[in-house]
């Protein structure tokens, strides 16, 4: 290919890559993204004995979900993604899922979920998060169960205690934890990073550490895959993989 006509394609290229730039965050700002803000409010006299568990099934959305005085359900959505919520069977249900119809401005990325639960840090038994894509936040809560499976996006612990079990799963998505643990604490990730602080002392776990590409480190030092001498009892138990991504653990901080 000669200069001249690389230099037309590259020209072309470059002026699709800021059209599309100017229209996503300068033209759709000003006519308005078709975003709908809902704020459903739940008190706890009215729902604290019926109301123990959080099922999410999400196909486009961010959540976190957070301890507070009272529960409060906020979502900024657009209306293809608006998500769906009730209360059922001792579970707050948020479903979430694509229109069937197709948008342009799909492929351009302007359009989003974020949802944000607030609850009782102690009320919860179980939350039960599947999510296709979008990132997870889980903070301050303690609880008996907690599952995670996202496949594309981050998810993100912080101060949460699952009595029985605490379960993280990504297909693509790093996982970062700090100060959260339960009975046992599984934390998989196939492509992402696992990095997770823990407030007890190593020899308070019995550990099953595992890469298949990547480094592996304790409180800073390369450890490499490995697994700890069972306890008689074991007190608590954490399993950490990756196929691909490096393992980081720190105890006793």
């Known amino acids: 290919m000669d200069s001249k006509k690389y230099l037309r ?32 409010a739940f008190e706890p006299a009215e729902n604290d004995a019926d109301f123990q568990g959080i099922v999410a099934d999400l196909e486009t959305a961010s959540l976190t979900i957070q301890s507070g005085a009272e529960f409060q359900v906020l979502s900024d959505v657009y209306q293809m993604k608006e998500p769906v919520i009730a209360i059922r069977d001792g579970n707050l249900h948020i479903t979430q899922k694509e ?12 359009k989003k979920c974020d949802i944000s639960v607030t609850v009782p840090s102690d009320l919860l038994e179980r939350i039960d998060v599947t999510s296709n894509v979008g990132e997870i936040r889980v903070e301050g809560l303690s609880l008996d ?15 949460v205690t699952a009595a029985s079990l605490l379960s993280v799963e990504t297909n693509v998505g790093s996982i970062s934890s700090q100060y959260a643990e339960g009975g046992d604490t599984v934390l998989r990730s196939d492509v992402g990073s696992i990095d997770a602080v823990f407030a007890g002392a190593e020899e308070d776990y019995r550990t099953d550490c595992t890469t298949d590409l990547g480094s592996v480190t304790v409180n800073g030092s390369n450890r490499g895959s490995f697994s700890s001498p069972a306890q008689t ?21």
Do not use: Q, Y
């Open 233 to 253: 009892p074991p007190e608590k138990t954490i399993l950490a993989r990756t196929s691909v991504g490096s393992i980081s653990l720190t105890f006793g901080r």
């Open 145 to 159: 169960k907690l599952t995670v499976h996202s496949d594309v996006g981050e998810v993100t612990l912080r101060d």
């Open 99 to 110: 229109s069937n119809g197709w948008n342009f401005f799909n492929l351009i990325g302007t």
């Open 9 to 40: 394609i590259l020209g072309i290229v470059t002026v699709l890559l800021v059209g599309v730039g100017i229209l996503r965050n300068i033209v759709l700002p000003l006519f308005g993204s078709g975003a709908v803000t809902a704020s459903v």
